[in-house]
């Protein structure tokens, strides 16, 4: 059994940095993609980057695009979340995600890591 487990989260100043990490552990693992979600109070989960393990193409929301980069340690089995430029609307419960086929949802959740970004 996979466990996606993030780490890094915190209390940043707006214009600030944080690097999320996603650790997989449990057995071998081999995503189609991975992804980081976020999550508001009060508002629906969101996608903010995914990238095809394979290949390493990214895709980021336009909210994020620019000031965030998702990365990848194969040999580690960890996801990364650069997180540069932050702003209050940022703050959120942070997800990492993982599906094992390219057309399904995602399979493998981490717990969450919550970040906060002061103004």
């Known amino acids: 059994q996979v466990h996606l487990v993030e780490s890094g989260g915190g209390l940043v100043q707006a214009g600030g940095s944080l690097r999320l990490s996603c650790a997989a552990s449990g057995g071998t693992f081999r995503p189609y993609a991975m992804a980081w979600f976020r999550q508001a109070p009060g508002k629906e989960r969101e996608a903010v980057a995914r990238m095809i393990r394979s290949v390493g193409t990214t895709y980021y929301a336009n909210s994020v695009k620019g000031r965030f980069t998702i990365s990848r340690d194969n040999a580690q089995n960890t996801v990364y979340l650069q997180m540069n430029s932050l702003k209050p609307d940022d703050t959120a419960v942070y997800y990492c995600?993982?599906?094992?086929?390219?057309?399904?949802?995602?399979?493998?959740w981490g717990q969450g890591t919550q970040v906060t970004v002061s103004s």
């Open positions: 995600a993982a599906t094992d086929y390219a057309n399904s949802g995602y399979n493998y």
